[in-house]
């Protein structure tokens, strides 16, 4: 049983945009106090939270890094399952442009269940208090950078970042910080390592950076021939373990946690799926290699990210 006084983070998908047994789409909590909000949404972030012994009910803010769908795929789940479970508060809702539209587009998607809901909650009888509200309980926000969100006991900031940005998308991709009494973290979502990471993470306690490809194939990626030196860089927006490592060195973070990681060794059928962005199995000997090319450019601790893994923040070990 965790204990959730002070601030700690919670992985919730570890894992990339591809389905992976081991690991779930990329989604993250922090819990302050007992307060809870979620980073990111993808598949399995709900029943991820349960794992992790946090009830979704519990649930009070969502930011959204980026529409990509590992990072809202969940959103639908966790938003009805705990209507229906008669969540009382609202889930407040930060995102990039886009977010409103993909809220309304998800309540006229499972329209039939916002009708459900609604016809069940008129016919309970009334001595059921903890009662479904009879709307469903959203608050959304489309954010810019700055202090999204500032109470008594914690901030929350956006910083744009490098991700969709490259491909036209405007004010797409952002990072969060989350500072309180007890410390700090950041969600990088996914980027390319770049000067807004560092500012961001400046002296941060836990970053959470994502690690989505294999330096070698990050490499292969930006070159379309593979050959060094090809003048078309392909799109990638995204970090390998040195790029990680770097960000986490140059912002003087505490400790790293790398997430956003590949089925390298799951079962075949995930790693034959995801071949084009992972390449072939890997042996477990991955993750030590993934660590030590982290460590090439920084010194402190390392962590691979693993589902339902808690971090406390203010623990430097
Ligand atoms: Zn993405
Ligand atoms: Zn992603």
């Known amino acids: 049983m965790n204990d959730w006084n002070g601030m700690k983070v919670v992985l919730l998908g570890a894992g990339s945009a591809v389905p992976d047994p081991v690991r779930g789409n990329p989604s993250q909590a922090v819990v302050i106090d007992g307060e809870v909000m979620v980073i990111d949404c993808g598949e399995r972030a709900t029943v991820n939270l349960v794992r992790a012994g946090i009830n979704p009910l519990d649930v009070g803010y969502l930011f959204i890094t980026h529409m990509h769908w590992d990072h809202i795929v969940d959103f639908n789940y966790l938003l009805f399952s705990t209507w229906n479970c008669g969540k009382s508060t609202p889930i407040r809702i930060f995102g990039p442009t886009g977010t409103k539209r993909m809220c309304d587009g998800m309540l006229e998607a499972h329209h039939i269940d916002v009708e459900f809901v609604k016809r069940y909650i008129e016919q309970l009888p009334d001595h059921i208090t903890n009662r479904p509200q009879p709307e469903p309980p959203i608050e959304v ?8 969100v500032e109470t008594d006991k914690f901030k929350v900031t956006s910083r744009e970042i490098v991700h ?3 491909l036209g998308f405007e004010r797409s991709s952002y990072a969060f910080r989350i500072d309180s009494e007890y410390g700090s973290a950041v969600f990088s979502g996914d980027t390319e390592p770049c000067d807004a990471m560092v500012e961001l993470s400046s002296d941060v306690d836990v970053l959470v950076h994502e690690c989505t490809f294999l330096e070698d194939i990050l490499d292969y990626r930006q070159n379309m021939d593979g050959q060094k030196g090809a003048e078309k860089i392909a799109w990638t927006g995204h970090t390998g373990p040195r790029g990680a490592g770097w960000i986490a060195q140059r912002a003087n973070a505490k400790k790293l946690v790398l997430t956003h990681l590949g089925p390298y060794d799951s079962p075949p059928a995930a790693i034959e799926m995801a071949s084009m962005y992972y390449g072939q199995r890997r042996g477990p000997e991955i993750w030590s290699q993934i660590i030590g090319e982290a460590k090439e450019t920084f010194p402190g ?6 589902d339902a893994m808690v971090i406390p923040v203010n623990d430097a070990t």
């Open 141 to 148: 926000e489309e954010i810019h950078e700055g202090v999204i």
């Open 301 to 306: 601790p390392v962590i691979i990210g693993e």
């Open 164 to 166: 969709l940005q490259p």
